[in-house]
């Protein structure tokens, strides 16, 4: 029967178990948060009726809700991912320092933006929680930006590793194209990441980005995510 054939379907089985974890929730969430920012701002420049704009300015702020929920408890991960890190004794030392800063930014960040949950929740109000969500926000650019500088590196590391090879011999060729899937797998993490610094450095004004150009740097990178996340559970 076709509905046998579509429920036992093995990409059914794929969909289920990616649902099934927090992170491939949360990237699907975040994708939708991120394209209905982009697209509140289209509407809201192409003189949309507010009507209109409303749906995806409530998706854009309750998915953001959600998603905090979400991760609540997720910055004892990252302190334990930096800890990892720092005992880890055969890593090149300009990884190892870009892991454990990236680390202590992430779980900075998490742990500041779980403080802040009952207000953004209206639970509880906060004097500070302005305050605070900035400095969560300043974090997470700490955090990005030595994944980013350890993202150039490694492709400096790679491109030099290319060069030692001798691609005429057998060995050399199968290194080239370890090298080479290294390579493309570098250049995604890092072209999320530079997609992802647009959001805390236009929260924190650094930057001047309209939330057109912030919901589609926000969509590209969760996009990403939700590849990466589809592939691990594959």
């Not at 927090?22 to 990237?27: F, L, N, Q, V």
């Not at 929920?69 to 990252?78: F, I, P, S, W, Y």
């Not at 207000?119 to 030595?146: M, N, P, Y």
């Not at 995604?188 to 919901?215: E, R």
Request: hydrophobic share 45%.
């Amino acid at each position: 029967m076709v509905l046998d054939a579509v429920v036992y379907h093995p990409t059914v089985d794929h969909y289920l178990r990616f649902v099934a974890t927090s992170a491939g929730r949360d990237k699907l969430l975040r994708t939708l948060q991120y394209f209905s920012r982009f697209y509140a701002w289209y509407l809201f420049r192409t003189n949309s009726p507010p009507r209109v704009i409303a749906p995806f300015e409530a998706i854009k702020k309750q998915f953001a809700l959600a998603r905090k929920a979400l991760r609540l408890g997720k910055n004892v991960e990252h302190f334990k991912a930096a800890a990892v890190a720092a005992d880890k004794k055969n890593l090149d030392p300009v990884l190892k320092y870009c892991a454990i800063g990236r680390q202590l930014g992430y779980a900075t960040y998490l742990s500041l933006d779980a403080v802040v949950y009952l207000d953004t929740a209206g639970i509880r109000r906060s004097e500070s929680a302005k305050s605070l969500q900035r400095e969560a926000s300043r974090a997470w650019l700490v955090g990005l930006t030595f994944n980013v500088v350890a993202g150039i590196y490694t492709l400096w590391q790679l491109n030099q590793r290319e060069q030692d090879i001798d691609k005429a011999e057998g060995e050399g060729v199968v290194e080239g194209k370890k090298i080479q899937r290294e390579r493309a797998s570098t250049k995604i993490q890092l072209l999320s990441d530079l997609c992802d610094l647009t959001i805390p450095s236009t929260a924190l004004a650094y930057t001047n980005l309209d939330d057109g150009i912030v919901g589609l740097a926000g969509t590209v990178s969760s996009l990403i995510g939700v590849w990466g996340t589809w592939k691990k559970t594959a």
